[in-house]
């Protein structure tokens, strides 16, 4: 019992310190590349904090577990929404974007539904879970197309031509990932010149192994956290599918927690909130995406169309809350804390 308290808080711990030099190393990474706060957010900062889910997840379907899968992506998601935005708006009053509703709010609402679309009959075969996938990819590769100043061109619609009109694999022969470096030339030339290039090249590696370090340290933490608690839950005789609804799901999304509120209380607001969304995406279309390919997934269809509806539900809401007034009020936060706590409820009385 003692030790299994001691690994429960050394859990916390690295997840807690592990986010914190995260963001750090995420918010000087977008000012060296010349890459927006937000888009580090949508993308590095949460693929990054969704690694447990995407471990377990993939552990789950190499178990045939499908129902464990969907179960943790459905309740990860509801979290994401509904409580970490929520406890963010309620410690410090988020600042949003008009973008997040004209792009990046439009695609996770058209991505969940989607997902709750394939997902209502019970199964996820691999043609669906592929098509998750291509949407998570090609989203990411918009975004790194997108051109800072020009938001309004690089909205929903765009976003649709450029996946149905198969733009991303031009992304991906022109190589726009690579070219993030090229608004570094042009410096001066010289041995001045290049003591900048080289000191601006170690700048970035050290960003890199400091997140790389991060998320280390958040992966593991989340693994020991969902250990112990499964191991209380067992002990205090917790009905499983509670276990696998609420702590499993809870305990994965422990790291965009972290560094959701760990972000917005050092005031980048659009790294919090881009956190959030980009993590709904990640987990709707990498993880169902990556899963479903390792084995189709399937679930008792009776007890999804509540959780499907809360989730949809949970992602209507947040795009309101964020287009009021273009920022998460503290009262704002607390609608959402409390409807997850209806969802807590939901999950206690009505799935178990």
């Not at 580090?40 to 577990?65: C, D, K």
């Not at 997108?146 to 649709?160: C, H, P």
């Not at 919090?272 to 169902?288: K, M, Y």
């Not at 899963?291 to 992602?315: E, Q």
């Amino acid at each position: 019992m003692t030790i299994k308290l001691l690994l429960f808080g050394l859990g916390l711990l690295l997840l807690v310190k592990g986010s914190d030099y995260f963001v750090k190393a995420a918010a000087s990474l977008a000012k060296k590349l010349g890459v927006s706060e937000f888009i580090i957010g949508l993308t590095l900062v949460a693929l990054g904090t969704s690694v447990p889910e995407l471990a377990s997840a993939l552990a789950a379907a190499f178990r045939h577990q499908g129902g464990l899968v969907l179960g943790t992506v459905i309740g990860a998601n509801v979290a994401n929404m509904l409580l970490i935005a929520g406890l963010a708006g309620l410690l410090a009053a988020v600042r949003t974007r008009k973008e997040m509703i004209g792009r990046d709010g439009y695609i996770m609402l058209a991505a969940t539904a989607l997902f709750c679309l394939f997902a209502w009959n019970g199964t996820f075969s691999r043609l669906e879970a592929a098509v998750m996938l291509l949407v998570y990819v090609a989203y990411t590769l918009f975004l790194f197309t997108a051109k800072e100043g020009l938001q309004e061109q690089y909205g929903f619609r765009q976003f649709l031509n450029y996946l149905f009109r198969f733009q991303y694999l031009l992304t991906i022969k022109d190589g726009v990932v690579a070219g993030f470096g090229r608004g570094k030339k042009g410096k001066a030339p010289g041995v001045a010149g290049r003591k900048v290039e080289r000191a601006f090249r170690e700048g970035v590696v050290k960003d890199l192994l400091l997140m790389a370090a991060g998320g280390a340290a958040i992966a593991f933490g989340a693994d020991l956290f969902i250990g112990t608690a499964v191991y209380f839950a067992g002990l205090l005789k917790v009905p499983p599918v509670v276990v696998g609804a609420s702590i499993v799901s809870l305990g994965t999304t422990l790291p965009e927690m972290s560094v959701t509120v760990s972000a917005a209380r050092k005031g980048f607001g659009n790294i919090a909130l881009g956190n959030v969304l980009g993590s709904c995406i990640a987990n709707i279309g990498l993880i169902i995406g990556a899963s479903g390919l390792v084995y189709p997934l399937a679930v008792d269809r009776a007890k999804l169309p509540l959780l499907l509806g809360f989730l949809f539900l949970a992602g209507l809401l947040l795009l309101v809350m964020i287009r009021s007034a273009w920022r998460i009020r503290r009262w704002e936060g607390a609608i959402l804390l409390a409807m997850y706590g209806a969802y807590a409820a939901l999950l206690v009385f009505a799935i178990a």
